[in-house]
């Protein structure tokens, strides 16, 4: 009977075991910033074993980076543009381009409130022309520059 009652015991003691080690986080595929955010995040007092193997990562990694140019610095992360909005981005500059040519070749361009023409109102009609050509132009800018980025 002792022999029964000891049985569940062994089961949840190996069952924590495995529960320990399936919970135990694999660093190795954690890049630079998550192991600073998880080493930032930690409990070291309860958990001294993965502190160090944090910092080990980290020693690792950062003993194999390049040096990095101030330009590199800079444009780094920077290209957070991906195909889906690239895609919407293109879909904005097309009806925008549609407008720019509806209003050049009908000499009217539509306003928040009126329709306006060169010959009624040509400072309003150039205005909203620019603002159109402007919104065309900052897509256009967007997509080649995410275009090139990940050319490199």
Known sequence: ???KAGIPRIRSNILLE???EW???DYSKYNIYELHEALDAIDRSAYPDRVKRILSQLEQRESTLEPVTQEEAITAG???IGIKEQIILAVVALFFSWLVFDALSTGE???KRNNYTYETSPK???FLLAVDILIV???LYRISKAKRV???
């Open 1 to 3: 009977m002792d022999l």
């Open 18 to 20: 495995l529960k320990e």
């Open 23 to 25: 919970m135990e986080p």
């Open 78 to 80: 920077k290209n957070d």
């Open 109 to 111: 361009i539509s306003g």
């Open 124 to 126: 309003m009609f150039l």
């Open 137 to 139: 132009g900052i897509c």
């Open 150 to 152: 990940s050319q490199q």
